[in-house]
């Protein structure tokens, strides 16, 4: 499969993830449980979470996209799928149930997960490994906002 159409199917199941995450969420922002949750004073406007997701996924549709052109195997498809799990499921577990501390893990996971690829994959990616940052520094300020929601409520 050439570049183009792997970068295509990788938008589209990365899209897809934001839009079933944004569905399991169930208006988690805007419910009155989010609302009186002590946040962060660093807490972003609420569009920046969109405008931060759709640059992350962009870019990590890239990454991949040339990562799976530089090799191909089952390895880096079970990462991709541990990521696409522990994205989707923070929405659930966070705001659909409230469960501040499993969202902390799931997030920790997440990070650590992409800080290895980060890591592993340099070597074959080389410049093109820039494209993971993104997600990587998204992951730091969401364990930032997540921490201190568990730690203050």
Same mark, same amino acid.
């Given at each position: 499969m050439k570049?183009?159409a792997?970068? %295509? /199917?990788?938008?589209?199941?990365?899209? *897809?993830a934001? =839009?079933? =995450?944004a569905y399991? @969420?169930?208006? *988690?922002?805007? +419910? +009155? #449980?989010?609302?009186?949750?002590e946040?962060?004073p #660093? +807490?972003?406007?609420g569009w920046?979470? =969109?405008?931060? #997701?759709?640059?992350?996924?962009?870019c $990590?549709s !890239?990454?991949?996209?040339?990562?799976?052109?530089?090799?191909?195997?089952s390895?880096? %498809?079970?990462?991709?799928l541990?990521?696409?799990?522990?994205?989707?499921? #923070?929405?659930?577990?966070? $705001?659909?149930q409230?469960? !501040?501390? /499993?969202?902390m %893990?799931n997030?920790?996971?997440? +990070? =650590?997960l992409?800080? $290895? @690829?980060?890591f592993?994959f340099?070597?074959?990616?080389k410049?093109?490994t820039l $494209?993971i940052?993104?997600y990587?520094?998204w @992951?730091?300020?969401?364990?930032? /906002?997540n921490g201190? %929601?568990?730690?203050t409520?």
């Open positions: 570049f183009y792997r970068l %295509i /199917l990788f938008l589209v199941i990365n899209f *897809g934001l =839009g079933l =995450g399991l @969420m169930n208006d *988690g922002p805007r +419910t +009155t #449980w989010y609302a009186n949750l946040k962060a #660093w +807490t972003p406007p920046v979470f =969109g405008f931060a #997701w759709t640059t992350v996924m962009i $990590f !890239i990454f991949m996209a040339k990562l799976t052109e530089a090799k191909n195997n390895t880096i %498809i079970t990462l991709f541990i990521q696409f799990v522990l994205n989707v499921s #923070w929405n659930y577990v966070f $705001f659909n409230h469960y !501040i501390l /499993l969202g %893990i997030l920790i996971l997440l +990070t =650590g992409i800080a $290895f @690829m980060t592993k340099k070597p074959q990616l410049i093109y $494209f940052l993104p990587f520094v @992951m730091i300020v969401a364990n930032s /906002l201190y %929601i568990l730690f409520n």
